[in-house]
């Protein structure tokens, strides 16, 4: 599967951004989706991951609260909505895929990347 992340850009502290990934190939639905973030100097860090089978939705405590992720299978296609954005969520998100039912917070479980949006949040 190729993913491709869109939405970045440039905002205020306290705006909002909406991220999407696209994603071609088949069986999208089964594929355990999430989002990354890396700022400079940093590790890559997990942000949040939704199961293929949908229902929760895992969230990094950092981002708890004002980022909420989904998905439209029938468009192939994870959003993530994050409101209150702060200096510290400056970073590029990647969004990742996982053949898989289970959600991971550690990068290396996930196959797929996209190649990353640039996220810029000035205080």
């Known amino acids: 599967v190729q993913l491709q992340a869109s939405g970045g850009g440039s905002v205020q502290a306290g705006g909002s951004l909406r991220l999407s990934c696209a994603a071609s190939g088949r069986a999208f639905s089964r594929y355990t989706m999430a989002w990354f973030r890396q700022a400079p100097g940093k590790e890559r860090e997990f942000v949040v991951a939704i199961p293929w089978r949908g229902g929760n939705t895992f969230y990094a405590d950092s981002v708890k609260g004002r980022f909420a992720m989904s998905r439209d299978n029938a468009k192939n296609t994870v959003y993530l909505q994050m409101n209150s954005l702060k200096a510290e969520d400056t970073a590029v998100y990647y969004c990742?895929?996982?053949?898989?039912?289970?959600?991971?917070?550690?990068?290396?479980?996930?196959?797929?990347w996209g190649r990353g949006t640039q996220v810029t949040v000035s205080s």
């Open positions: 990742a895929a996982d053949a898989g039912s289970t959600w991971f917070r550690q990068s290396r479980h996930y196959n797929y």
